[in-house]
């Protein structure tokens, strides 16, 4: 069942920006900490950036100060703004909702985010 519902991958040529979105019918946002990890082609799935109810974000290292990520408990959606975007930023970009009450997480099914000149 799929819970989480993300856009905005495609094809960018490296120093441009792309921005993903994710957006859910079933999970309430307001209550999770939100977040979008990457999975690219051999390598292990990492957390990108998360925010939690509070606001709090958090990114890696790898993407500070180019990535931001955004979330509208109002309107339920969760933003990822990619700027600068680099070739090794090319990967599988998949949505995340965890309750910090039963630690549960969700996942969407992913947006691919491919990266060439």
């Known amino acids: 069942q799929v819970l989480l519902a993300e856009t905005g991958g495609g094809l960018v040529q490296p120093g441009e920006s792309l921005k993903l979105s994710c957006t859910s019918a079933?999970?309430?946002?307001?209550?999770?900490?939100m977040g979008w990890y990457r999975r690219a082609p051999g390598k292990a799935r990492e957390l990108v950036a998360a925010?939690?109810?509070?606001?709090?974000?958090t990114y890696l290292d790898s993407v500070k100060g180019r990535f931001t990520i955004s979330r509208d408990d109002d309107k339920n959606t969760l933003d990822l703004q990619m700027s600068s975007v680099k070739p090794e930023n090319a990967a599988v970009y998949f949505c995340?909702?965890?309750?910090?009450?039963?630690?549960?997480?969700?996942w969407g099914q992913g947006t691919l985010v491919a990266v060439s000149s």
């Open positions: 079933e999970i309430r946002f307001k209550y999770y900490t």
């Open positions: 925010v939690d109810d509070g606001n709090d974000v």
């Open positions: 995340s909702a965890r309750s910090p009450r039963t630690d549960r997480q969700y």
